[in-house]
């Protein structure tokens, strides 16, 4: 069977993980080296040097090229690396539009990094397309955006925000970290670059620190070769072994994880010390019907909250939890909770955080593998103590 006709969860597990012709493993072996003997001087073999390419590398990027649908896929040593890199595909002078709803550090790079290269970043109110292409000028290169926003869980219309974009050749960018490729493939919609920060759903266990891109054409996939090798931002061997074994448990967890939030925010809405749930699977989510029109198989594992009280009590809200665990980062088997005015959306000036709606009061949740009533008597005793 050719892997393209396979199952996405056969494919997390074969694509990219043949048995080891030398010795017969079923799990490809780790190769350390940064170096390999070359057939002749000048003569340059598969591999050359671990910068440029590397045999555990290379099996994970195959994999995960496969599960996005994409020519190809580049591994990198943190989601920000990958992002980076994207952004180099552009010069001075570029315009790029990007979505209001997006990670903090996202919005620290391309406002404080790009920006003083000379990059023109604008960030703009996806939720009507329209929006795009009034911002588009003559010199804006890139869209870039995420499949579900963060922290507000919108679901943006993908299609036809990539469909706007191309009829101005704008490149899209999609950061798929809160979807994966489970709920949503974006490169299948016509997105050139899929990204991730792998180290939140695709690692899965919160051990392994990683970015990647994915892309649909040979060229931009060469493109970014050549900026990720010349810049040296590559994911070691031993990391990507780790990202290859979160991967072959990926839809398995999403799976369950999709089950368990909708089972959390059912709670919540209910909740007396709840003022607002925002999670795409309830009906009262603004972006609902589009979430079931966009996104496979469920809503995603990320619960967004507002409780009653004010800023100190949602304080003191967050660090009541005995199971959710007070921390930043996402997508893990164990929960976690925090506060994005004060944790991950910190690095948003006032007046953005405001504009994208991140108030004080503010929770976000990440919906581990723990068993999910366990998981609710933890929200009670946390909200009803606080
Ligand atoms: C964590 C995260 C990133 C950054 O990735 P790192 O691996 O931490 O560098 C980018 N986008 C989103 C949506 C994230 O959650």
């Not at 890199?85 to 620290?108: P, V």
């Amino acid at each position: 069977m050719r892997p393209e006709q396979l199952k996405f969860q056969t494919r997390a597990i074969h694509v990219g993980n043949p048995p080891d012709p030398q010795t017969g493993a079923v799990v490809p072996p780790i190769h350390p080296a940064t170096t390999f003997v070359q057939p002749g001087a000048g003569d340059w073999g598969t591999f050359d040097y671990s910068r440029s390419g590397n045999p555990t590398r290379t099996a994970v990027q195959t994999t995960l090229a496969s599960l996005e649908g994409g020519c190809g896929a580049l591994a990198f040593s943190s989601g920000m690396a990958a992002t980076h890199c994207a952004t180099m595909l552009l010069s001075a002078g570029d315009h790029l539009l990007a979505g209001m709803d997006i990670y903090g550090g996202t919005y620290r790079l391309l406002h404080k990094i790009c920006s003083s290269v000379g990059i023109q970043v604008q960030t703009i109110d996806l939720s009507d397309p329209a929006n795009v292409a009034r911002a588009i000028r003559d010199n804006t290169k890139m869209l870039w955006l995420e499949g579900i926003g963060n922290p507000r869980l919108t679901v943006p219309d993908l299609p036809a925000l990539i469909e706007v974009a191309h009829d101005h050749e704008l490149l899209v960018g999609v950061d798929n970290t809160f979807a994966t490729p489970v709920l949503q493939r974006p490169l299948e919609w016509g997105a050139d670059i899929v990204m991730h920060s792998a180290t939140k759903y695709l690692g899965g266990h919160s051990d392994c620190l990683a970015g990647v891109l994915a892309v649909r054409d040979q060229d931009l996939l060469d493109r970014l070769y050549f900026i990720q090798n010349a810049t040296g931002a590559v994911l070691s061997p031993f990391d990507c072994f780790l990202l290859a074994r979160g991967l072959k448990t990926l839809q398995l967890r999403i799976n369950q994880q999709c089950r368990s939030a909708q089972q959390l925010a059912l709670f919540l809405e209910n909740h007396p010390q709840v003022k607002n749930v925002l999670y795409p699977g309830l009906p009262s989510h603004p972006d609902h019907e589009r979430a079931s029109q966009l996104l496979d198989g469920g809503f995603g594992g990320m619960i967004t909250l507002e409780a009653e009280g004010d800023f100190e009590t949602t304080r003191r809200l967050v660090k009541s939890t005995r199971l959710f665990h007070l921390a930043v980062s996402l997508g893990a088997v164990e929960s976690l909770i925090e506060q994005p005015a004060s944790m991950s959306h910190a690095s948003y000036d006032a007046a953005a955080r405001a504009e994208a709606g991140i108030t004080d009061g503010l929770i976000r949740l990440s919906v581990g593998l723990e068993h999910p009533k366990d998981l609710i008597q933890d929200l009670d005793q946390a909200l009803t103590g606080s």
